[in-house]
């Protein structure tokens, strides 16, 4: 299956960006990227914490909608345990059309 994949869809993932990699994750990282395919190693990229916003700002076309946090213009997305339903964690304020998810 795994030769059937590689075959018939190779390449269909461009790039894995891992933000904020704890320690853990990192050394788990190392020990396993020895046996993985070039062409996969090449698309992982670690991103620490220090890093994130510089990055995440080099991806994005539209600042406004990414929080300042990750690089972004836009307030702070509200805490799980703040959202009263999936709009209010998902939609912020200034894109909502209205209406009730829940």
Known sequence: ??????????????NVYVLFPNPIFQALWRMASPL?????????????HDKVPDFVGSLIEAPESVPVEYG???AN???PTECKTLQTWVVPPQHRFGGSLG
Do not use: C, F, N
């Open 36 to 48: 993985l395919h070039p062409r996969t190693l090449r698309k992982v990229q670690l991103i620490p």
């Open 1 to 14: 299956m795994a030769r059937e994949s590689a075959h018939h869809y190779a390449d269909r993932l461009a």
């Open 77 to 79: 997305w509200p805490a």
């Open 72 to 74: 972004g213009e836009a």
